[in-house]
């Protein structure tokens, strides 16, 4: 339970932590050297100064009760309180109260009354209300003699200059380790922002800088973001040569098939439609994030212009107000989100009549919904429709075509390309499947 809550109130940031293992070594620091500091120097000095001044009390307790009469005892009692820095008063001009008076935090008085006791245990009350002045009660043959001193008699003087002098030195240093861990936190915080925004499909200039670790991992994703950028552009030269090799004989396909009369031909007609669809399919999944460089869209007008395409081609998508407020244009890749919502939109209406498209906009992602009244898509199917070539046509509606299993997976690959996700649930609205597309802001 213990380790749950400090391991859920722990910083999450590095810098957050890196500062607490600063700080909480030098707080505990500081609050043991000050403990150890009011206990061991300040009270024990305090013990030890009053027990000098102990003897005193006891000698002026003696010359009044060595006098013949009060009158005498009051008069040897002035003539030798001057000379030891001492008030003396007798009898007590004050009442006395009924116990010793002291403040809640007021650690050198009560090493001060504890000192008193011992040395005089027949002491009265001990008034320590006024913090510069100490008044105490003696018995005497001539009733209480009152005695007042300056408490700066028994106590240090000015003892909390060291704990002022520690906790300014400390808060010092605390600031220059801040600024140290500052310029050591930089690179790394340098790198995950490169890291974070080429995860978004943005690649921004990124040099390794700060301890040898930190180069080293920096240079380590220079070199994987490298490999993946020759990667992508070996795969998108490959698919141009590949749509240009197989494009070719399905024309030549296409146009024999045109001047054949036989009853057959409109089926293989369809045969090298679908083949043509395949390839389109498979090069969408593949063309990834070499297909369109990031740039400022606004979300709201692509998506206008997407379901106004859509309807201009007689499919029944509908765009819903938007939910939030409209941050205005984000950095995404207009191709690429243009596929993934045709391809949401296609699905609906492959498998229903009617497909809702909207935009929430929250405070850091941008949440773009498809819904259809199709039959949906099972709880326990839903992962494994995000899959490449995955077909879970025998639960749904087979009678609007069928695809080759890329919808889904070109979707998802578009949300993964700027950093988001996709989530597959059940529309509330029209009882079919929604498709939430997650885009960081």
Partial sequence: MVLDWLKHSLPRSLYGRAALILVL????????IS???VQRIYEDATRQMTRALVPELAYLREIANAAPDAATAANDLARTAPALSVGVDLPAAATPPGADV??????SGRAMIEAL?????????????????????????????????????????????????????????AAVAFIFLRNQLRPIRRLAAAA???????????????????RAAGTAFLDMRARIERQTQARTFMLSGISHDLRTPLTRLRLGLALIDDPE???LMRDVDEMGRMLDSFLDHARGEAADEARPVAVMAL?????????RAGQAATLLPAEGEDPGPLPLRPLALRRAVDNLIGNALRHGTRADVSASFLDRTVRI???????????????????????????????????????????????RMHGGSLRLSQSSRLGGLRADLILPR
């Avoid at 974070?196 to 930190?214: H, I, L, M, Q």
């Avoid at 077909?391 to 889904?408: E, I, K, M, S």
């Fill in 25 to 32: 070594p030098l707080v505990l620091l500081q609050i043991v």
């Fill in 35 to 37: 403990v150890s500091f």
């Fill in 102 to 107: 002291r403040g809640l935090f007021d650690l």
């Fill in 117 to 173: 006791r011992d040395g005089l245990p027949d002491l009265g009350p001990v008034d320590l209300s006024d913090r510069g002045e100490a008044r105490l009660w003696l018995p005497t043959v001539w009733g209480d003699m009152g005695v007042t001193f300056d408490r700066r008699l028994v106590t240090v003087s000015n003892p909390h200059q060291l704990i002022v002098l520690m906790l300014a030195f400390g808060a010092l240093l």
């Fill in 196 to 214: 974070t925004a080429f995860g978004k499909g943005r690649s921004v200039d990124y040099r390794p800088s700060g301890a040898t670790e930190v």
């Fill in 265 to 267: 031909v409109p089926a």
């Fill in 303 to 311: 998506l206008s212009e997407i379901v106004a395409d859509a309807r």
């Fill in 369 to 415: 919904s498809v819904e259809d009244d199709g039959p949906g898509i099972p709880p326990d199917q839903r992962d494994e429709a995000l899959r490449p070539f995955t077909r879970l046509d025998p639960a749904r509606n087979q009678n609007r075509g069928a695809g080759v299993g890329l919808g889904l997976a070109i979707v998802a690959d578009a949300a």
